[in-house]
Nanobody, 122 residues
Framework: QVQLVESGGGLVQPGGSLTLSCTASLGDFTVVHVGWYRQAPATQREMVARIDREENIDYLDSVKGRFTVSRGYGLTAVYLQMKMDSLKSEDTAVYYC??????????????WGKGTQVTVSS
């Protein structure tokens, strides 16, 4: 069972910055990709940034140039961060850490954190 713990959300003024962090305890789990998703009220959850195991990074178009995602590994954990600069009111959402991978190749799974609220408002 993969455990995800997120931190770093909060209230920030437009133009400000926040950094989100996520620690995922993996055990025997092999990661295919990790990333951040967000969901604003009355909208669908959307991918914000994702890193695969070849270090390819995808960003939501609206955050390119403002958000930077990074990843590090421990012995049995993966650490994910996302630095968010030049925040806008439309970035307000609950942000979720996501891990996708497998214990065995025919048993692929996806795990989500509980989410952390980011509110951009003056």
């Amino acid at each position: 069972q993969v455990q995800l713990v997120e931190s770093g959300g909060g209230l920030v003024q437009p133009g400000g910055s926040l950094t989100l962090s996520c620690t995922a305890s993996l055990g025997d789990f092999t990661v295919v990709h990790v990333g951040w998703y967000r969901q604003a009220p009355a909208t669908q959850r959307e991918m914000v940034a994702r890193i695969d195991r070849e270090e390819n990074i995808d960003y939501l178009d609206s955050v390119k140039g403002r958000f930077t995602v990074s990843r590090g590994y421990g012995l049995t954990a993966v650490y994910l961060q996302m630095k968010m600069d030049s925040l806008k009111s439309e970035d307000t959402a609950v942000y979720y850490c996501n891990v996708y991978g497998y214990v065995t190749l025919n048993d692929r799974r996806e795990y989500w954190g509980k989410g952390t609220q980011v509110t951009v408002s003056s």
